[in-house]
């Protein structure tokens, strides 16, 4: 895998859905998500189609990684305000910043592109991991775990210090 990702400087979003507390080892992804879908009709002020799936992670969990670590993960769509915001749903503002985003094409299901992510073009790009929220934008040729699902993943980088 040589996958090249363009190097993005995103604005402020403001994001509206919920979020669940899960590790890796204990995944509650699709619980969240069937979750979410129920009331996202009910959401005002959408702009685009597309959906956030969004991870908070400790500053230490890439550096003592662990699958039972825990972590914070979102399933939310952007929104042009808070003013108006359903009962079951939180709000998040995600800051902006430096983002290497990554155009993937395969199941949801098979994990590679982020080994690859970590393992082999982090440590040899100009880059590092910001202790920021990373982030998957699923838009209209997501199909979860089909193969021939495409998504962008964002992961969020800053320049290496230098030495």
Known sequence: MSIQPQIKVLSTKKLIGKCMI??????????????????????????????????EYDVSYFRQFNPANTFVKWAAVEVTDFDSVPGDMETYTLAGGLYAVFHYTGSSLDRSIFQYIFSSWLPNSDYELDNRPHFELLGANYKNADPDSEEDIFIPVKLKASR
């Open 22 to 55: 899960m590790s890796l080892s204990d995944n509650k992804t699709g619980q969240l998500w069937k979750s979410f879908m129920q009331h996202r009709k009910h959401i005002n002020n959408v702009i685009g189609a597309e959906l956030y799936s969004l991870q």
